[in-house]
C-alpha cells in the first residue's frame, strides 16, 4: 500500500502503526527513507556476584610473561593525555 502525506509546519510525520516511547531508526536509502524498530536489549535475568580474583595483577602479569608475553613501554607513554573528545 502507497501512501502519500504531508508534514505539518514543524516538518514532522505521522507513521502509523509506532508503538509510543520506543525507538526507531531512521536511514536514508536509494531515494527514500527506511523505519526500523532499535533492537531492544534486555539485561540477563540472573545475574551473578563477582567475588574477585584469587591473585593480584602481578600475579596475573607474571604468569603471562612466563608464557611469552612481552610489554613495551610507548615512545609517548610520559606525555599528557588530550581532553577528552566526547
Not at 508503538?19 to 536509494?30: C, L, N, S
Amino acid at each position: 500500500m502507497i501512501t502519500i502525506v504531508k508534514a505539518d509546519d514543524k516538518g514532522r510525520i505521522l507513521i502509523r502503526g509506532t508503538e509510543r516511547g520506543r525507538q526507531y531508526v531512521v536511514t536514508a536509502q536509494d531515494g527514500g527513507w527506511w523505519v526500523m524498530p532499535v533492537l531492544e536489549i534486555r539485561p540477563p535475568k540472573k545475574r551473578r556476584e563477582w567475588s574477585g580474583s584469587k591473585v593480584g595483577l602481578a600475579a596475573h602479569l607474571q604468569g603471562l610473561a612466563e608464557r611469552g608475553l612481552l610489554i613495551e613501554q610507548a615512545s609517548n607513554a610520559k606525555d599528557a593525555v588530550g581532553p577528552c573528545r566526547f
